[in-house]
């Protein structure tokens, strides 16, 4: 079993409703992310956390909200969606950020799809 | 020029065979080079990084750097079906708040029995 949890496994949203999506690391890591991974394209990095204090937005639309209550914690809600967010939005963590010697751990994924 | 090139396949080989899976990148400030394998639903996890020129093993898979050609390599020998997966390559440089990933788009393989 994966060190980082994530759920749901998949969802499926209308383009007007609110949803969150939950991650949770059991590493005891300190720096937490979101990550996109759309077919054929490269993971999109979204959103970087270190000891709950956001260091990063990687320009992304204010209709993902990032949340994280806690270093062990990270949620990503989302509302008024478009078809093309539909994604497997990845959850990684990491010792500390911005280091080779912290490598990611990432959680298995939510299979969003935006109708 | 993308910052990083992978060719998404699918690659398709029959087991035991050698597969070789490749990026190129354009940014010589690339200091240290990582392949992550993602099987199917499942995330990505580090298989092998390194930092300099050369190569480096861990039991059947190799990973190579070349920096004059900006061109690294994985290569898997004897493959084997369970080694079916996509595989990611990503760079980075610098460090702290100045660290930069960068992941190329992922080879999908398959491993035929």
């Known amino acids: 079993e994966t060190g980082v949890t994530q759920t749901p496994r998949h969802l499926v949203m209308g383009m007007t409703n609110k949803k969150s999506l939950k991650c949770e690391q059991h590493?005891?890591?300190?720096?937490m992310y979101w990550y996109k991974q759309s077919a054929k394209k490269p993971l999109e990095l979204m959103f970087v956390?270190?000891?709950?204090?956001?260091?990063e937005n990687n320009s992304v639309p204010s209709r993902f909200s990032p949340e994280c209550p806690n270093s062990s914690h990270l949620f990503l809600h989302l509302h008024t969606l478009q078809p093309e967010d539909s994604a497997l939005y990845l959850c990684a963590s990491s010792h500390r950020t911005g280091a080779i010697s912290s490598p990611l751990h990432f959680g298995n994924g939510t299979r969003l799809t935006v109708t | 020029q993308k910052e990083v090139e992978q060719d998404p396949g699918p690659l398709s080989v029959p087991e035991g065979a050698i597969v070789s899976l490749n990026c190129t990148y354009s940014n010589s400030a690339f200091q240290y080079f990582m392949w992550y394998r993602q099987y199917s639903r499942k995330g990505p996890e580090l298989l092998m990084y390194?930092?300099s020129s050369g190569n480096k093993e861990d039991g059947r898979f190799t990973a190579q750097v070349d920096k004059s050609s900006k061109y690294i390599s994985l290569f898997i020998r004897d493959s084997q079906p369970s080694d079916s997966a996509t595989y990611l390559c990503a760079m980075s440089w610098g460090g702290g708040s100045n660290y930069k990933l960068t992941f190329g788009k992922g080879t999908l393989l398959t491993v035929n029995p």
């Open positions: 956390y270190n000891f709950k204090e956001q260091t």
């Open positions: 590493l005891g890591h300190n720096a």
């Open positions: 390194t930092y």
